[in-house]
């Protein structure tokens, strides 16, 4: 009867997490339907988290970009959470937006904090979805934060809204007098959040106080979940040792500063249920200030039930925790199921609870905390390999051994931190003792991650698996963590129990089977696909405004013609490096620079960052002065990349079967007008009788020059529109001389005229755009057959 009471429970609740997600869905769609197009206006909205405060900080520094009320003159931009309230003076339904606050020297703001009012003129739009195989979607990221739309404030076009006698002793930042209409009351959110930020910041300046950077950045990471101000090369290195999980308050942590709070509680002679209840309104608090992330909602819960048990007197039961937290979590905010943090966070839980109890009787015979740390690592990273394939394109090969020093090493950071803090709240002196403790840990974890990210295949890039593949691997997963689930045997085994635990044993036995062959027919499968000839693959990729393609010929390697504008942050979020991830490329034979406008050679500094590179060709007459080209040839320099000079009439040795002949520039040619464009090097890529021109930004004086040297010009089956598609590309005249069957323009927006100069010039031809299609994947095969598909559309379709 029990049983049966607990199972219409759960159905009760996961219909109702049902409902809740359709409905939140519907919520969201119509969110969206407000503003399907950019526009511009005034807009009025109160901040729904503590804001970012982004700058470039320096090594010792002790900045946190706020001082006496106001962000300092070197803060960039500060990014939130904020909930709109109305347009241009009319209201509007609650709409969550993150916005991008520009700062400027000369225009010094009051800090910004969670529940102020702020007025912005500026633009709204929706989020960019990801164009690329292998991209981060950015668009989905936010979706499952509930955040519809994007805002990006320049300096001295918002302002925050202040209450009248505060107002009055300030220049305001738009200079129009402030208004206090019910659109712009000061006093938003809740008082709970609000005082759980206040604190946040306190221990923010706590921490960097008492300890330099980049140490009180990653102490903050630890305790507080700020990852803006580490060091993107620091963040790479936990990421390649599988420990990036300690940088953004992970369940773990949460989970650690949980009892650490009950342990200090029960230390101090507080009786069990008063600690339970204390630490109950600690983790709320903690949740609050680490800005409620989806790990940290999910490990709080969890902590928060098991108390909940010792309050009342009732048996923990790690199962039904789990599946309550993330049932009352789902009710609460449906659209963090979608959330990748989230799921990670749930399968390594599910999976320490099923691997740990066997594991640990295996290694018995080791040291047990020791045993425990290797065997709590190696469940978690079983439980979420799959996840981490497919949408980091990673395996951490020393993972359990970096985890097995490291984490240790940040848990005794976290608690030294927390008693500098609380030191420092006493007196700063006592701040500044107790963190000397902080120091050398943290000191430590940063010098072992950078030395252990050095050692021979620490990061190991693997291809994305299908997508249907990964989530049959994931259905097929969970049930064999149902059947595996640990079950006490009772004293005395009921007539249901016993039936229960047969049933339970066959389907242990039928789901480790399913399992097993699944795996076994997929590998079968991977390795007839690798021995299969293989076609030449071409991919235009969509960076925007530039040019980045990847060819791959039938006999392996990779080239990169040109590789859009250099991307900021981690190199592995560059629309080219993402793909190559993606496909699971290791190192790159060669890529190949068009001409030095940062639109062309930019990414390739991201590539030549994350990837080793055999050659790089370039034109003998390429000339520059830009910063971005000249760092361009010292990076490639710096790496002892093979520099080859190729002009008209030379071939690309290293492409095999595929043909990659230049044609152009001739050595001779000096154009009289935009010599940086007519001198683009110009490639025609041939196999099977197939054929792709990739000309740059190439004008009419280098066309005209083009066409007269290789006349008559044979017919084209595919063609990277010159200069992005723009009339300085003459569609027309690329029209009527390549004769192209398909015309890709590659920029951040379409461009009509050339759809149809395109189309007149050359009947019967198809212009793709990568502003509305995402990335073009063409496939040419050795019979003369092709394919192509667009990202957004995904449908192979055949020329």
Not at 129 to 137: E, I, K, S, V
Not at 313 to 325: M, P
Not at 511 to 532: D, M, T
Request: glycine share 10%; with cysteine.
């Amino acid at each position: 009867m029990k049983q049966s009471g607990r199972l219409w429970f759960f159905l009760f609740f996961t219909a109702l997490l049902g409902a809740r997600f359709w409905q939140e869905n519907r919520a969201f769609e119509k969110e969206r339907a407000l503003f399907p197009e950019p526009a511009k206006g005034l807009f009025q909205a109160w901040i729904a988290e503590e804001p970012e405060v982004l700058f470039q900080h320096g090594e010792g520094g002790h900045d946190t970009g706020r001082l006496g009320g106001f962000y300092q003159p070197f803060v960039g931009e500060v990014r939130a959470v904020a909930v709109l309230l109305g347009a241009d003076g009319k209201s509007l339904p609650p709409v969550r937006a993150r916005i991008s606050f520009r700062l400027s020297p000369q225009n010094p703001q009051p800090l910004l904090s969670y529940g102020d009012t702020v007025e912005i003129q500026g633009k709204i739009l929706p989020p960019p979805p990801a164009m690329n195989p292998g991209q981060f979607d950015y668009a989905h990221y936010l979706r499952t934060r509930g955040v519809a739309y994007v805002i990006y404030a320049a300096p001295g076009k918002w302002k925050k809204v202040e209450p009248p006698e505060v107002a009055a002793s300030r220049t305001t930042a738009i200079g129009a007098a402030p208004r206090h209409d019910s659109l712009l009351k000061t006093n938003h959110g809740n008082f709970l959040i609000r005082w759980s930020c206040s604190l946040k910041r306190r221990c923010q300046d706590s921490i960097y106080g008492f300890l330099p950077f980049p140490e009180n950045a990653l102490l903050d990471g630890l305790l507080l979940g700020e990852r803006g101000p580490l060091p993107s090369a620091m963040v790479e290195d936990f990421m390649a040792t599988g420990t990036v999980h300690i940088l953004a308050v992970s369940g773990m942590m949460t989970a650690f500063i949980a009892g650490l709070m009950f342990l200090v509680l029960r230390a101090a002679q507080a009786p069990r249920k008063a600690a339970a209840g204390l630490t109950i309104l600690g983790v709320v608090f903690f949740i609050f200030m680490t800005g409620a992330h989806p790990p940290v909602c999910r490990a709080g819960l969890f902590s928060i039930l098991a108390l909940a048990a010792v309050l009342f007197e009732r048996k923990i039961q790690g199962g039904v925790l789990l599946l309550t937290t993330v049932l009352v979590l789902g009710i609460a905010q449906p659209l963090v199921l979608e959330d990748l943090s989230f799921q990670i966070s749930f399968l390594a839980t599910a999976g320490l609870m099923v691997f740990s109890g066997p594991w640990m009787e295996k290694l018995s015979f080791l040291w047990e905390p020791a045993a425990l740390l290797a065997v709590s690592t190696a469940a978690a990273q079983m439980s979420v390999w799959c996840l981490l394939i497919y949408f980091f394109n990673q395996l951490s090969i020393y993972s359990p051994l970096a985890n097995l020093v490291i984490v240790p090493l940040a848990l005794f950071a976290t608690a030294a931190g927390l008693t500098a803090i609380a030191g420092g709240f006493l007196h700063p002196f006592l701040g500044k003792v107790f963190g000397a403790a902080c120091w050398a840990p943290l000191k430590l974890l940063i010098l072992l991650a950078g030395r252990m990210a050095l050692w021979p295949g620490a990061q190991w890039v693997v291809a994305s698996p299908n997508g249907i593949w990964t989530a049959a691997f994931h259905l097929l997963f969970l049930f064999l963590l149902f059947f595996y689930w640990p079950r006490p045997k009772p004293e005395k085994p009921s007539r249901d129990w016993v039936s229960r635990e047969a049933f339970n044993a066959k389907g242990r036995r039928i789901s480790s089977r399913v399992f097993g062959i699944f795996l076994l027919v997929s590998a079968l499968g991977a390795g007839a696909e690798h021995l299969r000839s293989q076609p030449l693959r071409l991919a235009f990729l969509a960076v925007g405004h530039g040019n980045a393609v990847v060819l791959r010929p039938p006999q392996g390697g990779v080239f990169i013609f040109d590789g859009g504008k250099e991307t900021t942050g981690p190199d592995r979020y560059n629309p080219v490096v993402a793909y190559l991830r993606h496909l699971g490329i290791q190192r790159v034979a060669g890529i190949l620079d068009t001409h030095p406008d940062a639109d062309h050679v930019g990414g390739l500094l991201n590539l030549l960052s994350a990837y080793p590179v055999s050659e790089a060709v370039v034109s003998p007459q390429a000339q520059a002065d830009s910063e971005v080209y000249r760092r361009f040839t010292e990076a490639v320099q710096a790496k002892a990349v093979t520099f080859l000079k190729l002009k008209d009439g030379d071939r690309w040795a290293q492409t095999g079967p595929a043909s990659v002949e230049i044609l152009h520039p001739p050595g001779d040619f000096r154009p009289r007008v935009h010599a940086d464009n007519n001198l683009s090097l110009v490639s025609l890529v041939s196999f099977g009788g197939l054929s792709a021109v990739l000309p740059g930004d190439i004008e009419k004086e280098g066309l005209l020059k083009l066409f007269q040297d290789h006349h008559p010009f044979p017919k084209v089956d595919w063609l990277m529109a010159p200069h992005h598609g723009r009339a300085s590309g003459e569609p027309a005249l690329c029209a009527a001389g390549f004769h192209p069957r398909f015309v890709v323009l590659s920029d951040g927006k379409d461009y009509p005229l050339a759809r149809d100069q395109y189309g007149k010039g050359a009947p019967g031809s198809l212009v793709l755009s990568t502003a509305e299609e995402g990335a073009i994947e063409v496939e040419m095969n050795q019979d003369g057959k092709g394919r192509y598909r667009s990202f957004r559309r995904g449908d192979w379709k055949e020329f």
